[in-house]
Protein backbone atom coordinates (compact mmCIF):
# COMPACT_ATOMS: atom_id res chain seq x y z
CA UNK A 1 0.00 0.00 0.00
CA UNK A 2 0.99 3.65 -0.65
CA UNK A 3 0.41 6.35 1.13
CA UNK A 4 0.31 9.40 0.59
CA UNK A 5 -0.80 12.94 1.54
CA UNK A 6 -4.35 14.26 0.30
CA UNK A 7 -3.83 15.69 -3.51
CA UNK A 8 -4.22 19.04 -4.62
CA UNK A 9 -3.40 20.72 -8.27
CA UNK A 10 -1.07 24.12 -7.79
CA UNK A 11 -0.56 26.43 -10.95
CA UNK A 12 3.27 27.63 -10.24
CA UNK A 13 4.05 30.47 -12.32
CA UNK A 14 8.13 30.37 -12.45
CA UNK A 15 10.13 33.83 -12.26
CA UNK A 16 10.90 32.35 -15.87
CA UNK A 17 7.25 32.45 -16.61
CA UNK A 18 7.27 29.22 -17.29
CA UNK A 19 3.54 27.56 -15.92
CA UNK A 20 3.19 24.28 -14.43
CA UNK A 21 0.42 22.32 -12.68
CA UNK A 22 2.03 20.46 -9.26
CA UNK A 23 0.10 17.20 -8.38
CA UNK A 24 2.30 16.23 -5.69
CA UNK A 25 4.04 18.14 -2.60
CA UNK A 26 7.45 16.23 -3.09
CA UNK A 27 7.54 18.08 -6.27
CA UNK A 28 6.38 21.71 -5.25
CA UNK A 29 9.37 23.92 -6.23
CA UNK A 30 11.57 26.27 -4.06
CA UNK A 31 10.23 29.27 -3.01
CA UNK A 32 13.07 31.21 -5.10
CA UNK A 33 12.05 29.83 -7.99
CA UNK A 34 8.11 31.01 -7.70
CA UNK A 35 6.48 33.92 -9.18
CA UNK A 36 3.47 33.03 -7.85
CA UNK A 37 0.87 30.01 -7.05
CA UNK A 38 -2.70 29.81 -7.14
CA UNK A 39 -4.72 26.88 -5.56
CA UNK A 40 -8.73 26.27 -5.55
CA UNK A 41 -10.74 27.13 -3.45
CA UNK A 42 -14.18 25.61 -2.14
CA UNK A 43 -17.74 26.99 -1.81
CA UNK A 44 -18.93 25.38 1.37
CA UNK A 45 -22.36 25.63 2.82
CA UNK A 46 -22.30 24.84 6.83
CA UNK A 47 -25.69 24.10 8.78
CA UNK A 48 -25.59 23.77 12.41
CA UNK A 49 -27.52 24.39 15.71
CA UNK A 50 -27.38 28.41 16.09
CA UNK A 51 -25.88 27.86 19.30
CA UNK A 52 -22.49 27.02 18.20
CA UNK A 53 -22.17 29.64 15.62
CA UNK A 54 -19.80 31.60 17.97
CA UNK A 55 -18.07 28.33 18.36
CA UNK A 56 -17.69 27.94 14.65
CA UNK A 57 -16.39 31.29 13.99
CA UNK A 58 -13.07 31.12 15.10
CA UNK A 59 -12.70 28.00 13.62
CA UNK A 60 -13.69 29.63 9.87
CA UNK A 61 -11.00 32.16 10.53
CA UNK A 62 -8.43 29.48 11.33
CA UNK A 63 -8.83 27.79 8.11
CA UNK A 64 -8.70 31.04 5.99
CA UNK A 65 -12.32 30.98 5.23
CA UNK A 66 -14.58 33.60 4.18
CA UNK A 67 -17.80 34.21 4.99
CA UNK A 68 -20.40 35.53 2.31
CA UNK A 69 -23.24 34.98 4.22
CA UNK A 70 -25.88 33.45 6.87
CA UNK A 71 -29.32 32.68 7.32
CA UNK A 72 -31.15 31.63 10.29
CA UNK A 73 -34.09 29.30 10.09
CA UNK A 74 -36.43 26.85 12.15
CA UNK A 75 -36.68 29.61 15.64
CA UNK A 76 -35.99 32.18 17.34
CA UNK A 77 -31.81 32.42 18.05
CA UNK A 78 -32.45 35.28 20.40
CA UNK A 79 -34.82 33.72 22.00
CA UNK A 80 -34.13 30.97 25.05
CA UNK A 81 -37.19 28.76 24.58
CA UNK A 82 -36.65 28.61 20.93
CA UNK A 83 -32.64 28.70 20.52
CA UNK A 84 -32.47 25.07 20.32
CA UNK A 85 -34.86 24.67 17.38
CA UNK A 86 -33.00 27.80 15.15
CA UNK A 87 -30.41 26.46 12.94
CA UNK A 88 -27.95 28.66 10.71
CA UNK A 89 -26.55 28.58 7.75
CA UNK A 90 -23.08 29.96 6.49
CA UNK A 91 -22.31 30.32 3.49
CA UNK A 92 -18.02 30.56 2.86
CA UNK A 93 -15.10 30.43 0.65
CA UNK A 94 -12.29 28.59 1.36
CA UNK A 95 -8.76 26.92 0.15
CA UNK A 96 -9.60 23.12 -0.31
CA UNK A 97 -5.68 23.02 1.19
CA UNK A 98 -7.36 23.99 4.36
CA UNK A 99 -10.80 22.03 4.15
CA UNK A 100 -8.59 19.09 3.92
CA UNK A 101 -6.41 20.13 7.02
CA UNK A 102 -8.84 18.37 9.21
CA UNK A 103 -11.61 20.61 9.08
CA UNK A 104 -14.82 18.41 9.28
CA UNK A 105 -12.81 16.54 12.09
CA UNK A 106 -13.08 20.21 14.12
CA UNK A 107 -16.16 21.17 12.95
CA UNK A 108 -18.01 18.09 14.50
CA UNK A 109 -15.69 18.24 17.65
CA UNK A 110 -16.85 22.25 17.60
CA UNK A 111 -20.75 21.60 17.37
CA UNK A 112 -20.64 18.56 19.53
CA UNK A 113 -21.71 16.15 16.30
CA UNK A 114 -24.67 18.74 15.02
CA UNK A 115 -22.79 20.85 12.19
CA UNK A 116 -23.30 19.51 8.46
CA UNK A 117 -20.75 20.43 5.80
CA UNK A 118 -21.48 20.61 2.10
CA UNK A 119 -19.10 22.06 -0.70
CA UNK A 120 -18.49 22.38 -4.92
CA UNK A 121 -16.19 23.16 -6.63
CA UNK A 122 -15.34 27.05 -6.58
CA UNK A 123 -12.91 29.99 -7.85
CA UNK A 124 -8.90 29.53 -8.14
CA UNK A 125 -6.81 31.99 -6.37
CA UNK A 126 -3.87 33.15 -5.86
CA UNK A 127 -1.74 31.18 -2.68
CA UNK A 128 0.59 32.41 -0.11
CA UNK A 129 2.02 29.27 0.54
CA UNK A 130 5.12 27.08 0.86
CA UNK A 131 6.87 23.57 0.59
CA UNK A 132 7.51 22.28 4.06
CA UNK A 133 10.09 19.04 4.01
CA UNK A 134 10.58 16.71 6.00
CA UNK A 135 14.25 14.90 6.62
CA UNK A 136 14.76 11.75 8.33
CA UNK A 137 18.72 11.19 9.26
CA UNK A 138 19.68 13.81 6.60
CA UNK A 139 17.79 12.62 3.55
CA UNK A 140 14.41 14.02 2.71
CA UNK A 141 11.29 11.92 2.92
CA UNK A 142 9.07 12.59 0.16
CA UNK A 143 6.12 11.01 1.23
CA UNK A 144 5.87 13.41 4.19
CA UNK A 145 6.51 16.84 2.26
CA UNK A 146 3.04 18.50 2.02
CA UNK A 147 2.37 22.32 0.67
CA UNK A 148 1.20 24.76 3.71
CA UNK A 149 0.43 28.51 4.47
CA UNK A 150 3.36 30.60 5.18
CA UNK A 151 1.37 31.75 7.83
CA UNK A 152 1.33 28.49 9.95
CA UNK A 153 4.32 27.12 8.92
CA UNK A 154 6.29 26.98 11.88
CA UNK A 155 4.22 25.66 13.66
CA UNK A 156 3.13 22.86 11.68
CA UNK A 157 6.87 22.13 11.20
CA UNK A 158 7.16 21.74 14.75
CA UNK A 159 4.40 19.71 14.79
CA UNK A 160 5.21 17.17 12.80
CA UNK A 161 8.93 16.58 13.67
CA UNK A 162 7.06 16.25 17.82
CA UNK A 163 5.04 13.65 16.00
CA UNK A 164 7.89 11.90 14.71
CA UNK A 165 9.85 11.67 17.27
CA UNK A 166 7.15 10.03 19.70
CA UNK A 167 5.99 7.60 17.35
CA UNK A 168 9.94 6.42 14.89
CA UNK A 169 10.96 3.55 16.53
CA UNK A 170 14.40 4.04 17.90
CA UNK A 171 17.83 2.48 16.66
CA UNK A 172 21.14 2.06 17.22
CA UNK A 173 22.15 5.07 16.80
CA UNK A 174 20.96 8.22 17.50
CA UNK A 175 18.31 10.32 14.24
CA UNK A 176 18.25 13.44 13.13
CA UNK A 177 14.43 14.79 12.64
CA UNK A 178 14.13 18.15 10.64
CA UNK A 179 11.56 20.44 8.95
CA UNK A 180 12.58 22.51 6.30
CA UNK A 181 10.98 25.39 4.95
CA UNK A 182 12.09 28.54 3.02
CA UNK A 183 15.38 27.64 1.97
CA UNK A 184 16.52 26.96 5.86
CA UNK A 185 15.41 24.12 9.16
CA UNK A 186 13.00 25.72 11.07
CA UNK A 187 12.21 22.87 13.59
CA UNK A 188 14.90 19.76 14.80
CA UNK A 189 14.30 16.88 17.41
CA UNK A 190 16.96 14.13 17.89
CA UNK A 191 15.82 10.54 18.65
CA UNK A 192 17.83 9.04 21.19
CA UNK A 193 19.90 5.97 20.58
CA UNK A 194 19.06 2.01 22.53
CA UNK A 195 21.49 2.24 25.02
CA UNK A 196 23.37 -0.82 24.68
CA UNK A 197 26.18 -1.89 26.84
CA UNK A 198 28.34 -4.13 25.49
CA UNK A 199 30.19 -4.70 28.63
CA UNK A 200 27.51 -5.37 30.63
CA UNK A 201 28.21 -9.45 30.93
CA UNK A 202 31.76 -8.37 31.90
CA UNK A 203 31.94 -8.31 35.60
CA UNK A 204 35.30 -6.85 36.90
CA UNK A 205 37.95 -7.67 35.00
CA UNK A 206 40.59 -5.90 32.10
CA UNK A 207 39.26 -1.99 32.12
CA UNK A 208 41.29 -1.96 28.08
CA UNK A 209 39.39 -4.41 26.98
CA UNK A 210 35.80 -2.58 27.84
CA UNK A 211 37.24 0.34 26.59
CA UNK A 212 37.93 -1.59 23.50
CA UNK A 213 34.78 -3.09 23.43
CA UNK A 214 33.13 0.46 23.58
CA UNK A 215 34.98 1.89 21.13
CA UNK A 216 34.21 -0.62 18.77
CA UNK A 217 30.46 -0.14 19.44
CA UNK A 218 30.60 3.63 19.21
CA UNK A 219 32.50 2.75 15.24
CA UNK A 220 29.52 0.66 14.12
CA UNK A 221 26.62 2.54 15.48
CA UNK A 222 28.80 5.79 13.20
CA UNK A 223 28.85 3.31 10.55
CA UNK A 224 25.15 2.03 10.25
CA UNK A 225 24.20 5.42 10.72
CA UNK A 226 26.28 6.76 7.62
CA UNK A 227 25.19 3.50 5.45
CA UNK A 228 21.39 2.80 6.98
CA UNK A 229 18.40 4.68 5.74
CA UNK A 230 15.60 4.62 8.58
CA UNK A 231 12.46 2.93 7.40
CA UNK A 232 9.91 4.33 8.52
CA UNK A 233 6.83 2.01 9.64
CA UNK A 234 3.46 2.12 7.37
CA UNK A 235 1.39 3.06 10.77
CA UNK A 236 3.56 6.60 11.17
CA UNK A 237 2.32 7.66 7.99
CA UNK A 238 -0.97 7.03 8.93
CA UNK A 239 -0.57 8.66 12.34
CA UNK A 240 1.00 11.37 10.96
CA UNK A 241 -1.21 12.30 8.53
CA UNK A 242 -4.04 12.05 10.92
CA UNK A 243 -5.59 15.70 11.70
CA UNK A 244 -4.86 16.44 15.22
Not at 146 to 156: G, P
Not at 181 to 209: C, E, N
Not at 229 to 236: A, G, M, T
Amino acid sequence: MVITQPSITYNVEYKNHKIEKIFSPAFFPEDGLIEKVEEPWVNALIITPAQYVGNLLPLLYEHEAEITFTENFGGDPTSLKLRGTSKTNIHALMPLRELMRGFFDKLKSVSQGYASLSYEKGEVRQADVTKLSILIGGEEEPALSRVVSKRIVEREAENIVDKLKNLLPRQMFEIKIQAKAQGRIIASRTLSAFRKDVTQHMYGGDITRKMKLREKQKKGKKKMRERGKIRIPQDVFIKIMKPD
